[in-house]
Every structure is written in structure tokens, then in C-alpha cells.
């Protein structure tokens, strides 16, 4: 069977074209000729998809690469000379990575609900352009007040990047699409570790003008940011309906697979003709998944800030020269690379989130007891790895499930914020896990990283039996008296025929 063609002789403005212009009698054609969200007419889905991959996510892979890369580089310039040159003994370091996180808490629900008025193709590069800046004078920085100072505005510019990057996908691709495009740009995250490190280590040989190493850690990586920000605002679309890559044809399946895909919980296809109301926020807040899915993130979230900002420190503890522990940062990284890959491809194929991030918990709990259990290095060492492979990928794996569950776009839009800012709470504990006084073991830091996995695995057994609690409800016609409440299309996710990803 194949699917009746879109029209491709609809005419339509260049932007906030309204899905609901195309005549009822085609939209009609158009809902018989899918099922379950997928186009039967693959080869115009498939045509839609890959235009978005190549025109979208290269550039959120860059932004987030360079996003990691300027949050953790103090990392590496702690064991090239920061820490000595800047007096910060005790736990003045630990400090300065947790102030970074006050203003970039407080950001990221602000952030998300202006995403869409000051058009996404500008805010988000504009973000990255900030913290380049900001991250270029922490190389001209002199004391441990500078560096607090600095590291305070770099949380300011990177605020609401993330959230804004999740909600900006989910503009694009349908529900499990999304997850494996989450995927390909957050794999920047442990890539920025092996790529961060492998440049900390040639330009912390670089001495001019009275700095010496570390400040052009700083200067040249933030420089890079700079440019790539201003070079991003010329090619990323705001929404589907400003794609100027698309066709006619095209941008019309475009917009209505996103409101087929929608279940009922979105009236438009087109999240440009979406409007704000404070009911979106309230629905956001008080939908179990966004509480569930949120303690996740920060359960997760505190091994992933730990080990991206102390894994230089851990291996050197191990017995290695600073150039090497730099080095040896790498290969765990890669992989965690690679696994963030792998398991994004399976999550969009299966369709589920919850049982892949399990697994994922259980790896990365094995791998600390290999750092806590073992003292021969090399078993140690290989721990590492197990810690990448497990907690990278649950990262973009809780935040795509909570994305999957909320609709439409501003209940997304603010669930995703929420999300996003009680995870970040979790960094001041990761800053203080791995203290000077416990080296070189470090065994509390990771007890209390084996801690809050176990956190993990339980939220996420519980957020997988409500689901597949509230979907059987649904089936069963136990939700259709909302559809009585009044306006259908302001149920949102709480469309009987909406169905939640496990």
C-alpha cells in the first residue's frame, strides 16, 4: 500500500505556515495513509529525515562539543598549572566548578519558553558566542576571586543550551526519531573529553607574554567557540516552516507527520502557530513524568559531571605524569562516544528509554566498584571505561523519555527546563565528590556516585510501571471522558490517544 502524495502545488509563506491550510479532505487522506506516526509514503519521510540530519544536527554536535569542552577545560588546566599559579589549595577548586551552576540552574526555564519568540536559529548560537567570550578571559584571570567570577558568567552563558537544543529537535523529528538525534549531538559530550584532552596537552606547552600553559587552554578554545557561534547563526532554521532546504512538498509532510505523530496533543502541525499559556506551564509541572524523569536526571547527572570534571585527577592518581593523564583521558571517553551512538540507534528502534537506561546504570555501577574494589591500576583504570559507557548514554536517554511523554511545545518546553534545572542541582554535589584529602583512592566520591545510580535504577523501574499503568488506562477507554472537558486541542499529553514511551 502506498500513501496518497502531499500536495506539492499547496502554496504557503515562507514562515508560520499553518498545517491546517491544506484542505480537510486531504489532511484525511493524509491520517488513512499513516499508522502509528510512520508514513506509509516512506521514501518522502525518509527524504524529510535526512534533509533535518544534514542541515541540523552537525551544528547542535558543534555546539555541544564546544559547550563540554569550555565547561570541563578547567579540568585540564588544573594539573597544567591553574591550581598552583591561582592558590587554590583546600577546596577553593571544588568552589569554583559549583559556582558555575548557580546561574545556569536558574536559566534554563526562562531560557526555553523565549526559545521560540526570539527564533532558535539565532538564540542558541547566540549563547555559544557568549560563553566563548566569557570563556577566553577566564585565561586572563590573575586570582581565585577572578576565576569565581568568571566561572559564574560562563554558567550564565551556557544556561538554557541543553533544554534549548532537546525542545528544538523535538520542532523536527517525531517522538522516536528523537531520541538517536539527541544521541548524535550529546555523543560530543565524552568526545569533548578525548578531543579536550588531547588539545590541553599541546597547548599547555605554549609559553608567551607571561602565560604560561594553561591561560591558552582558555584563549584558543574559547577563540574556536567564538567563531563556530557566529558561523551557525547563517544556517540554522528557527522552525520546520523556515527550512528554506525543504520543498514544497516537503515542508507539507513535514508539518503534518508532526501532527499526526502528536496523537491528538498537539492542534497543529506547525509549533510556529503554538501560542503561550500558563496552563502549558502547570500541566508541565505537575505531570509525574516530568517529577519522575527529572530526580533521574540528577541521579545521572552527578556521575557525568564528576567524571568529565575529576577524570584527569583520577587517573593521574593512579601513578601517571600530568601529560599522560591527560592522554590516557581519551580511549574511556571514546567510548562512552561510541555507546551514546549505539544505544540512541537501539532506543529509536525498540522505542523505549527506561530498560536501555537500567543496563546502562548496572555497567556504570560495575565500573566503580572496579575503581573502589581494585588497587592494581590497570583494573582501575578499565573501570573508567565502564563508567562511560553506562552513565553517558542515560543521559540523553532520560532527557528524550521525559520529551517523548510532555506535548505540545511549551509543555515540553517548560517540563524540559524544570528537568534540566533540578539535574544541575546535582553538580554541587558532583564538585565536592572527589576531594583533595581523599586522594589517592578517592573511595568516597565513588561510593557516592554508586549511590545515586542506585537512585537511578529505582526512578527508573517506577517511571516505567506508571506508563505502562496510564497506557492501559488509556486503552482501555478510561481516559476518554477528557475529551468532554472542553477544548480537545488544549489536552496536550492528556489526549486519551496520546501514549507514553516506556
Known amino acids: ?148 567570577v568568571a566561572r559564574f558568567f560562563l554558567g550564565l552563558a551556557e544556561g538554557g543550551l541543553l533544554g534549548g537544543m532537546i525542545i528544538y529537535l523535538a520542532m523536527f523529528y517525531r517522538r522516536h526519531q528523537l531520541l538517536y538525534r539527541i544521541g548524535l549531538f550529546y555523543c560530543a559530550a565524552p568526545l569533548s573529553g578525548a578531543f579536550g584532552g588531547l588539545l590541553a596537552t599541546g597547548l599547555a606547552q605554549i609559553k608567551s607574554g607571561g602565560y604560561n600553559g594553561w591561560p591558552f587552554i582558555f584563549f584558543v578554545e574559547g577563540g574556536i567557540t567564538v567563531l563556530f557561534g557566529i558561523l ?15 520543498t514544497e ?36 509541572l505537575l505531570n509525574w ?46 567510548g562512552g562516544f561510541f555507546t551514546v551512538l549505539l544505544v540512541g540507534h537501539f532506543s529509536d528502534r525498540l522505542k523505549v528509554r527506561g530498560p536501555l537506561m537500567i543496563v546502562g546504570v548496572a555497567v556504570a555501577i560495575g565500573g566503580y566498584i572496579m575503581l573502589i574494589a581494585s588497587s592494581r591500576p590497570l583494573i582501575r583504570y578499565g573501570g573508567t571505561f565502564l563508567v562511560a559507557a553506562g552513565v553517558f548514554p542515560c543521559s540523553p536517554l532520560v532527557m528524550g523519555w521525559l520529551a517523548n511523554n510532555l506535548a505540545p511545545h511549551y509543555v515540553r518546553a517548560t ?4 528537568q534540566i534545572m533540578i539535574a544541575n542541582m546535582a553538580a554541587f554535589i558532583a564538585t565536592f565528590t572527589y576531594l583533595q584529602k581523599d586522594a589517592p583512592r578517592y573511595t568516597t566520591g565513588h561510593a557516592i556516585n554508586i549511590g545515586v545510580l542506585c537512585l537511578s535504577f529505582i526512578l527508573s523501574i517506577t517511571t516505567i510501571l506508571y506508563c505502562t499503568w496510564e ?30 514511551t516506556i
Open 1 to 148: 500500500m502506498t500513501s496518497p502524495p502531499v500536495d506539492s502545488q499547496a502554496q504557503h509563506p515562507p514562515y508560520n505556515k499553518d498545517v491546517d491550510a491544506l484542505n480537510a479532505a486531504h489532511i484525511e487522506k493524509i491520517n488513512s495513509a499513516w499508522e502509528d506516526g510512520s508514513p506509509i509514503n516512506s521514501e518522502l519521510d525518509k527524504r524529510i529525515t535526512r534533509k533535518f540530519d544534514k542541515h541540523i544536527v552537525p551544528w547542535l554536535f558543534g555546539l555541544w562539543l564546544l559547550a563540554f569542552i569550555d565547561r570541563s577545560n578547567i579540568g585540564n588546566a588544573r594539573i597544567d598549572g591553574l591550581a598552583t599559579d591561582l592558590n587554590l589549595g583546600a577546596d577553593k577548586f571544588n568552589i569554583a566548578l559549583a559556582v558555575f551552576y548557580v546561574p545556569y540552574i536558574c536559566y534554563d526555564i526562562p531560557s526555553n519558553l523565549v526559545l521560540k519568540y526570539f527564533g532558535a536559529g539565532y538564540y542558541l548560537p547566540c549563547l555559544i558566542i557568549s560563553w566563548g567570550i566569557v570563556s577566553m578571559c577566564i585565561g586572563f584571570v590573575k586570582s581565585y576571586a577572578g576565576l569565581l
Open 232 to 246: 551557525t547563526t547563517f544556517f540554522l532554521p528557527h522552525t520546520p516552516s523556515d527550512a528554506k532546504f525543504l
Open 249 to 284: 512538498e516537503e515542508l507539507n509532510g513535514a508539518l503534518a507527520r508532526m501532527k499526526l505523530d502528536a496523537h491528538g496533543s498537539t492542534p497543529s502541525g506547525d509549533v510556529a502557530q503554538e501560542s503561550f499559556s500558563w496552563l502549558w506551564v502547570r500541566r508541565a
Open 289 to 334: 513524568n516530568t517529577i519522575l524523569l527529572s530526580l533521574n536526571f540528577f541521579a545521572i547527572i552527578t556521575p557525568i559531571y564528576s567524571f568529565s570534571l575529576f577524570l584527569p585527577t583520577i587517573i593521574k592518581s593512579l601513578g601517571y605524569t600530568s601529560v599522560k593523564a591527560q592522554l590516557f583521558t581519551v580511549p574511556p571517553n571514546m
Open 415 to 418: 517540563g524540559t527546563g524544570a
Open 471 to 500: 497506557n492501559r488506562k488509556r486503552a482501555t477507554g478510561k481516559r476518554d471522558s477528557r475529551l468532554a472537558e472542553g477544548d480537545e486541542g488544549m489536552l496536550g499529553y492528556r489526549h486519551p490517544k496520546f501514549k507514553y
